[in-house]
């Protein structure tokens, strides 16, 4: 099954399974990366696959990445 995406489901999808709200306007594909507004205010960009498949649904403040940097 071949789930296709579209801006408008991304919104939803955003808006029922996440705090951050997706601002972009536009969905090309899963590899452009999107822009949305964390519930901090912050805004992050990130692909649709990660902030899907990898959980990533937050700004990298209030969801540090996983690999400590320089650690
Ligand atoms: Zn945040």
């Known amino acids: 099954m071949n789930k ?13 399974n996440s705090d951050s709200k997706l601002l972009s306007k536009e969905y090309h594909g899963f590899s452009q990366k999107l822009l949305f507004q964390c519930a901090c205010g912050n805004k992050f960009e990130k692909t649709f696959t990660k902030f899907n498949k990898n959980d990533q649904r937050k700004c990298d403040v209030c969801q540090p990445p996983k690999e400590p940097r320089g650690a």
């Open 4 to 16: 296709r995406w579209t801006i408008e489901k991304i919104r939803e999808f955003s808006e029922k």
